[in-house]
C-alpha cells in the first residue's frame, strides 16, 4: 500500500512553475526483494549499527522544507534479491496540467492533490489486474521462453485494461 504525506506541496510548487504532472504507478520491484530489516529496524540493530545507520540518514537533505533531517528517516532497507525476478509493470497516466491552478490556493491544489492520488491508485489497480491475467508473469516460464525463442515475452495490449 502507497502512504500518502498529507501535505500537497509538491502540487503548489508544480501549480506555481506551471508544470505538468504525469502520474506513474509501477508493481512487481516489491515482489522481486526478500526485505530483512525495513528502515525503522535498522536504526535499532545493536552494536552501533543502527546508530550508524540513523547517522547516516541525517546526513541527507530532507526531501521536505519544513522538517529537519532527524525529523525524516532516510535509509534504505536490508534487502536481498529474489533467485528469479518479478516482472515489473509500468503504467503512465493521463498528463494532468497545472496551468490554471493558483499555487496559493490551498484547497484547490488538495483537489487536485486528490485527483493525482485517484489517478495513480487506478493505475495500481490496473496494474495488479493486468499481472493476474498475465500467462508470463511466472518468472521461470518467462526465462525459458524467452531463453528458448531468443524474444522478449509478450505483455498485455493496453486496450485489455479499458
Same mark, same amino acid.
Given at each position: 500500500?502507497?502512504?500518502?504525506? *498529507?501535505?500537497?506541496?509538491?502540487? &503548489?510548487?508544480?501549480?506555481?512553475?506551471?508544470? $505538468?504532472?504525469?502520474?506513474?504507478?509501477?508493481?512487481?520491484?516489491?515482489?522481486?526483494?526478500?526485505?530483512?530489516?525495513?528502515? @525503522?529496524?535498522?536504526?535499532?540493530?545493536?552494536?552501533?549499527?543502527?546508530?550508524?545507520?540513523?547517522?547516516?540518514?541525517?546526513?541527507?537533505?530532507?526531501? &521536505?522544507?519544513?522538517?529537519?533531517? *532527524?525529523?525524516?528517516?532516510?535509509?534504505?532497507?536490508?534487502?536481498? @534479491?529474489?533467485?528469479? @525476478?518479478?516482472?515489473?509493470?509500468?503504467?503512465?497516466?493521463?498528463?494532468?496540467? $497545472?496551468?490554471?491552478?493558483?499555487?496559493?490556493? &490551498?484547497?484547490?491544489?488538495?483537489?487536485?492533490? *486528490?485527483?493525482?492520488?485517484? *489517478?495513480?491508485?487506478?493505475?495500481?489497480?490496473?496494474?495488479?489486474?493486468?499481472?493476474?491475467?498475465?500467462?508470463?508473469?511466472?518468472?521461470?516460464?518467462?526465462?525459458?521462453?524467452?531463453?528458448? $525463442?531468443?524474444?522478449?515475452?509478450? $505483455?498485455?495490449?493496453?486496450?485489455?485494461?479499458?
Amino acid at each position: 500500500k502507497l502512504l500518502w504525506p *498529507e501535505k500537497v506541496d509538491f502540487v &503548489r510548487i508544480a501549480a506555481r512553475f506551471n508544470a $505538468t504532472i504525469v502520474p506513474i504507478s509501477a508493481v512487481g520491484a516489491a515482489d522481486s526483494v526478500n526485505i530483512l530489516i525495513d528502515a @525503522p529496524d535498522l536504526v535499532k540493530l545493536p552494536f552501533g549499527l543502527g546508530e550508524r545507520a540513523a547517522n547516516s540518514s541525517k546526513q541527507i537533505m530532507s526531501a &521536505r522544507f519544513d522538517q529537519s533531517n *532527524e525529523d525524516e528517516l532516510f535509509a534504505a532497507p536490508f534487502a536481498l @534479491p529474489k533467485p528469479l @525476478p518479478a516482472r515489473h509493470y509500468f503504467m503512465f497516466g493521463r498528463a494532468m496540467s $497545472t496551468g490554471g491552478l493558483n499555487h496559493k490556493d &490551498r484547497e484547490g491544489c488538495g483537489e487536485f492533490y *486528490e485527483d493525482v492520488k485517484r *489517478e495513480m491508485e487506478r493505475g495500481f489497480k490496473d496494474l495488479l489486474q493486468a499481472r493476474e491475467a498475465d500467462p508470463w508473469k511466472d518468472s521461470g516460464r518467462r526465462i525459458l521462453f524467452e531463453g528458448v $525463442t531468443g524474444k522478449q515475452a509478450p $505483455t498485455f495490449e493496453i486496450s485489455e485494461l479499458y
